[in-house]
C-alpha cells in the first residue's frame, strides 16, 4: 500500500472516530499537567504535542493531541476515544478544582492531503470557524482541522489517512486496547509524547523507573500481510504448513488498515520470519516525522 499523500486528492473530508474535549477553566494547566504524561507546561500559546492518559500501573487508557488555546484552555484531539466517556473518568479527578470538562460535540475533525494554510509543526494555527494543526511529514503534507463546519465522508480518503497514521508510528487503538500496553511498548518516545522529567501524574514512577533502568524489553513493529488485518497473535516462523510444523507467538497485532499493521513485539525480535493469522508477515521500517 502506498503512503504518499501527494498520491492522494487533496480533497478535504470527515475524519470518523475523532472527538475534541475541552478543558477549561483557572485551573485547567495544573489539572492537566498532573493527570497527562507529557509536560503540558512546555507549550505555550497555539501550540500542541502529543500526550496521553495513564492508569496508576503505567498502562495507556488514552492517547490524543494536547492544543494549548490560552492560559485557560485545553483542547484534546482524540483519535478513536470517546470524548463524553474520557471526560466521565477524568471528573473523578478534578475534586476541587476550577476546571470544566465540556466534549465538544459542536466541532468536526477533517483532513485533507495538502499544506496547511498557516500551521507548521507544533505551531497550530486559525482558520475560518475554528483551528488547524500540520500533521504532514518531510514525506508530504497532511493537514487536520477543527471547526464547526462538517466536510464531507469519503471512506478511501479516510482509510488512507488512517494508514498514514500507522505507517508513520501512530497507533490507532480501540477500545479493547485500553489500559493494555504502556507508552514505551508502545514506541511512543518515537512521538515524544511522554516526559520523564516533570512532576508527577499516574503511572509516572512506572514509566521513569522503565526508562532509566532499561527495562524496554518490546517496541512498535510495523507488519505487512494478507492475514495483519485479522490482529491475531503474531508467531514466529512460517504459517505452518504440516503437522511438523513449528511457531510460537511472539508479539501482538494492536491496529491496522489494509494489509499493514502496528504490533507490540520484543525489542530482539528481529526481523523474521514471521507470520499471523496463518498467512507470512513482514517486517517494515516505521516511518519517521509524526512528533512533535
Not at 55 to 81: C, M, Q
Not at 86 to 108: G, I, N
Not at 147 to 166: K, N, Y
Not at 191 to 205: D, H, N, T
Request: with cysteine; charged share 25%; hydrophobic share 45%.
Amino acid at each position: 500500500m502506498s503512503h504518499n499523500p501527494q498520491a492522494a486528492s487533496t480533497k478535504e473530508f470527515r475524519l470518523p472516530g475523532h472527538d475534541v474535549l475541552a478543558i477549561s477553566g483557572r485551573d485547567a494547566m495544573a489539572f492537566a499537567q498532573a493527570q497527562f504524561m507529557n509536560d503540558v507546561a512546555a507549550l505555550g500559546d497555539g501550540q500542541w504535542h502529543w500526550n496521553g492518559w495513564l492508569t496508576p500501573k503505567g498502562r495507556l487508557i488514552a492517547l490524543f493531541a494536547l492544543l494549548r488555546l490560552d492560559a485557560e484552555t485545553l483542547w484534546l484531539l482524540l483519535p478513536d476515544v470517546d470524548a463524553a466517556g474520557l471526560a466521565t473518568q477524568l471528573q473523578r479527578f478534578v475534586f476541587r478544582s476550577k476546571v470544566k470538562l465540556e466534549p465538544r460535540d459542536d466541532l468536526h475533525i477533517s483532513g485533507q492531503f495538502a499544506a496547511p494554510t498557516a500551521a507548521s509543526g507544533s505551531a497550530a494555527a486559525p482558520i475560518d470557524g475554528g483551528i488547524e494543526l500540520d500533521l504532514g511529514v518531510d514525506g508530504g503534507p497532511r493537514c487536520l482541522r477543527i471547526s464547526s463546519i462538517e466536510a464531507t465522508p469519503d471512506e478511501a480518503l479516510a482509510a488512507r489517512w488512517r494508514a498514514f497514521d500507522i505507517a508513520h508510528g501512530l497507533p490507532r487503538l480501540a477500545a479493547d486496547q485500553s489500559e493494555a500496553w504502556t507508552p514505551q511498548q508502545l514506541s511512543l518516545d518515537r512521538l515524544r509524547a511522554f516526559s520523564v522529567k516533570k512532576g508527577c501524574y499516574p503511572g509516572q514512577e512506572i514509566v521513569a523507573r522503565t526508562h532509566f533502568l532499561g527495562k524496554v524489553k518490546r517496541e512498535l513493529v510495523r507488519l505487512q500481510g494478507a492475514g495483519v488485518g485479522e490482529l491475531d497473535e503474531v508467531m514466529e516462523g512460517e504459517p505452518p504448513m504440516g503437522r511438523f510444523a513449528t511457531v510460537r507467538p511472539i508479539g501482538q497485532l494492536i491496529c491496522a488498515e489494509g494489509d499493514e499493521g502496528l504490533a507490540v513485539m520484543p525489542i530482539d525480535a528481529g526481523d523474521g520470519p514471521f507470520s499471523t493469522g496463518d498467512q507470512p508477515c513482514t517486517r517494515l521500517p516505521l516511518l519517521d516525522g509524526l512528533a512533535r
